[in-house]
C-alpha cells in the first residue's frame, strides 16, 4: 500500500501536485504515529523537488543572485521552524489538526488556477525585486510548507505572482527552488529530532522518484484537468476519512 501510495503521488507531483494527500493517509493508515507520517511524507515526496528545481536552472541563472541567496536563506529558515513546529507538537493536538489542514490544502490546491489569474498581473510590484511584504511573506509560507507540505506549491505561486513577477517560468523556477530548500532542510530536522519512520520512508522515497519519472512522461499526455479533478476528490475524500477518525 505504501509503495503504490508513493508511486501515484509521485505521478501526481509531477502532473499536477497534491502527491502528499495520497503518502500521509497511507502512512497513517498503516499504523505509523500522525506527527511520524506527516515527517516520514515529506521525506517520501523531497527528491522530486531537485528534478524540478535543475529543469528550471535557465531561469534561475537569469535572476538576481544576491536575491534569490536571500529568499533561499528565508525558505531554509522558515523549512527549519515548521519542522522545529512539527517535532514540538503533541501527537494528539497535531492528529486534531490533520483533517484541517488536508482540507485547507485541498481547498488552496481547488482554487490555485483562480488565485494565481485574482493575485498576478503585470506590474503589481510596487519597487524592484518586489514589495516590502515578498520576503516576510515567503518566510511564513516556509513556516506551513515545513510544518505541513500539503499546497505548498500553489502558495508559492501565488505569493510570487502578486509580488510582481510576471513570468510564469521564473515563477515556476522560484516555486522549485524554495520548496527544495526548505522541505530538505525540514526533513534534516526531522531526521535529527528522530521522527522518520524509515523503514516506511526509504521505499516511498524509492516508489516516488520512479513516480515522478513515469509521470514526467504521462505530462505530455494526460488532460491536467482531469488530474486536478482527481486530486481535488483524493484531498476531499482523505478530509472526511480523517474526520470521522
Do not use: C, D
Request: aromatic share 10%; no cysteine.
Amino acid at each position: 500500500m505504501l509503495g503504490a501510495a508513493a508511486f501515484a503521488a509521485g505521478v501526481l507531483n509531477a502532473v499536477a501536485g497534491g502527491g502528499s494527500f495520497l503518502t500521509l493517509p497511507a502512512l497513517v493508515f498503516a499504523g505509523v504515529p500522525p506527527v511520524a507520517a506527516n515527517a516520514t511524507s515529506a521525506l517520501a515526496v523531497s527528491p522530486g523537488y531537485l528534478g524540478s528545481t535543475l529543469g528550471f536552472r535557465a531561469e534561475l541563472r537569469a535572476l538576481p543572485r544576491r536575491r534569490l541567496m536571500r529568499e533561499s536563506l528565508l525558505a531554509a529558515l522558515g523549512g527549519i521552524a515548521g519542522g522545529l513546529l512539527l517535532v514540538f507538537t503533541p501527537a494528539r493536538l497535531f492528529a486534531g489538526i490533520v483533517p484541517w489542514l488536508l482540507l485547507f490544502a485541498t481547498a488552496v490546491f481547488a482554487a490555485g488556477p483562480l488565485l494565481l489569474r485574482w493575485l498576478g498581473g503585470p506590474g503589481a510590484a510596487s519597487q524592484e525585486g518586489g514589495p516590502r511584504w515578498r520576503e516576510p511573506a515567503l518566510f511564513l509560507v516556509a513556516v506551513y510548507g515545513g510544518y505541513f507540505n500539503g499546497g505548498l506549491g500553489i502558495l508559492l505561486m501565488a505569493l510570487y505572482s502578486v509580488a510582481g513577477e510576471t513570468r510564469l517560468n521564473t515563477i515556476n523556477a522560484l516555486k522549485n527552488l524554495n520548496s527544495l530548500v526548505l522541505s530538505w532542510l525540514s526533513v534534516a530536522t526531522f531526521v535529527l529530532a528522530g521522527a522518520i519512520a524509515w523503514r516506511e520512508g526509504l521505499l516511498m522515497m524509492v516508489a516516488a522518484t520512479l513516480g515522478g519519472y513515469v509521470g514526467a512522461h504521462l505530462a505530455r499526455r494526460l488532460p491536467v484537468a482531469w488530474v486536478r479533478a482527481a486530486v481535488i476528490v483524493i484531498g476531499l475524500a482523505m478530509s472526511v476519512v480523517f474526520f470521522r477518525r
